[in-house]
C-alpha cells in the first residue's frame, strides 16, 4: 500500500532563517507531487506541484521553493523566512494522469515564525 | 477560484443523516466531483468521488444531479467524529492540482 510521510510535524523558526521541509511517498512509482499551505482559519493554497523528476510548477510567487531531487521526494525551502510564512504545510500525491483517482494528503507540518 | 459554492456551515444531530450539497453550474462534461474533509489539525481526508452515477462507498454516498450542475454528499448518520469542513471540488484532469474553496463547516451535535 501507498503512505506518505511528512516531516516534522511541528516547526518553531525565526524570521530570516532558512526551511527544508521533506515529503516522501512509498509504494508507487511516478506519482504527482503537491505542496499546499493553510494559514490559521483559511482554506488551503495550493503552493506547487511536480509531475516528475526536476518538473516543478508554481502556484505562487513568494519567497518558497520546491525541488524534486528524486521520483518520491518533494522538497520545500526557503532561504529566508517571514513572519508570514507561519501556517500549516501539507503535502500530497496523486496516481498519475488519472482523474479519477483521490489525492493523498500527509499529516503535515505548523510551522510557526518568532 | 474553485468553481464551486457550498454553505458556510451546517449542523446536524448525531445520528441523523446529513445532506451536504454543492453546486457545480459550469461543469464540464470531464470533470469529476470529489469530496474531501479536513478534520480539526490535520489534512485533508478523501471522502469519494463521482462523474455521473451515484456513487456509494463506506463513509458515505454521493448523489449528482442528472444535469451535474449539483451534487449531495450523505452522512447516512453522523457520529461526533465526522465533525469537520467538507470541501466539494471539481476536477477536470489527473495531473491538475485541486482547488481548494472555503468548504463547508459541519457541526455534529450529540
Known amino acids: 500500500s501507498q503512505t506518505i510521510h511528512q516531516w516534522p510535524a511541528t516547526l518553531v523558526q525565526p524570521v530570516g532563517s532558512p526551511l527544508s521541509l521533506e515529503c516522501t511517498v512509498e509504494?508507487?512509482?511516478?506519482?504527482?507531487l503537491y505542496w499546499y499551505r493553510q494559514a490559521a482559519g483559511r482554506g488551503l493554497q495550493l503552493l506547487f506541484y511536480?509531475?516528475?523528476?526536476?518538473?516543478i510548477s508554481s502556484e505562487v510567487p513568494q519567497n518558497l521553493s520546491a525541488s524534486r531531487p528524486q521520483d518520491r521526494q518533494f522538497i520545500l525551502s526557503s532561504k529566508k523566512l517571514l513572519l508570514s510564512d507561519s501556517g500549516f504545510y501539507l503535502c500530497a500525491w496523486s496516481p498519475d494522469g488519472l482523474s479519477n483517482q483521490p489525492q493523498h494528503f500527509g499529516d503535515g507540518t505548523r510551522l510557526s515564525i518568532l | 477560484d474553485a468553481k464551486t459554492t457550498q454553505p458556510n456551515s451546517m449542523e446536524s444531530n448525531e445520528e441523523e443523516p446529513v445532506h451536504l450539497p454543492c453546486n457545480h453550474s459550469t461543469i464540464s462534461g470531464t470533470d469529476y466531483i470529489h469530496w474531501y474533509r479536513q478534520l480539526p489539525s490535520q489534512g485533508p481526508e478523501y471522502v469519494i468521488h463521482g462523474l455521473t452515477s451515484n456513487v456509494n462507498n463506506r463513509m458515505a454516498s454521493l448523489a449528482i444531479a442528472e444535469d451535474r450542475k449539483s451534487s449531495t454528499l450523505i452522512l447516512h448518520r453522523a457520529t461526533l467524529r465526522d465533525a469537520a469542513v467538507y470541501y466539494c471540488i471539481r476536477v477536470n484532469s489527473g495531473n491538475t492540482p485541486l482547488v481548494f474553496g472555503k468548504g463547508t463547516r459541519l457541526s455534529v451535535i450529540a
Open positions: 511536480s509531475v516528475g523528476i526536476g518538473q
Open positions: 509504494g508507487t512509482s511516478n506519482p504527482n
